[in-house]
């Protein structure tokens, strides 16, 4: 699993927000798993926190090798090259980048509001899962909304929460399959198709 989060955040270091989940395991490993002895639970504990962390280097180290070629160094803020582009953490713009007009992830995306709301169906499954995903989503709007372009530039949408993806998923299949229950298949089928819909009008703005 560190190798697989290595190559995440390779992809795109915004991943690195995701590493909260196994963060997450490790630390009710280590205080909150009852039973046996605490020190050798907390022993347990990191030694996976270290094999997970060197999985993570392991599968990151290829881009650290490149950026060295390149660049001459092994660490880049790739996305510094402009210095009119920068992190705020101080002052993110939380609303902003779910509701904004420009590029606001619900204001574009509707379905994705429906899939958030959909891990509060989900928690009732699995609780502990959907609070850790909703830790996840929420420090991902966070880091997106310190950036100086949260709205993601020029992209269709806020890409930036591209990587979310599987959040989503989990939590609008929780919110189908208890929608289910009460709403029959051709009004579902109307409701997709009116997202669907909603996001080819984008394509004819002006």
Known sequence: W??????????????????????????????????GNT???????LARGTLFALGVFIGFFHQMLAWRVIFGRWLVHAYAVDPANSFDFRCPAFLRVLFSPLHGLFTWTPVVLLAVLGLGWLARKDRGLAIRLSLAFLLHVYLVG?????WAGASFGNRFFVGSTPIFTLGLGALIEEAGHYLRRPLLGGLAGGLILWNLLFFYQK
Not at 16 to 34: H, N, S, T
Not at 39 to 45: E, I, K, P, S, V
Not at 146 to 150: A, E, L, V, Y
């Open 39 to 45: 020190g050798r639970r907390l022993l347990r504990a």
């Open 146 to 150: 310190s950036w100086s372009q949260w």
């Open 2 to 35: 560190g190798l697989a989060g290595g190559l995440l955040i390779a992809v795109r270091p915004q991943n690195l927000v995701f590493m909260v989940l196994p963060a997450v395991d490790l630390w009710m490993i280590g205080w909150l798993q009852p039973g």
